[in-house]
């Protein structure tokens, strides 16, 4: 996945939970940062992957970010 942090000194956080009954991948991110830490204001451009696991061949599955649908593919 591709995005904008708010600085380069913010660390990307990812959670992510196992399909639930609906085939669908929760994934939450959010954005860390130390605040004593002295950081240029500038947006820096980031990219994450996210390994899924091991997920049953022919299924078909949802992945939403922070709430939103934004992928669907069949394993």
Known sequence: ??????TPCH???VTRNEPN???EIHLEIVFAVDP???CI???DDFTASVNLGSLPE???FTVW?????VYEFTA
């Open 36 to 38: 004593d830490e002295m």
């Open 41 to 43: 204001q500038v947006l």
């Open 65 to 69: 970010v922070n709430g939103v649908q």
């Open 1 to 6: 996945m591709n995005g904008i942090r708010p």
């Open 21 to 23: 009954e609906r085939n």
């Open 58 to 60: 022919g299924e078909s």
């Open 11 to 13: 660390q990307v956080l």
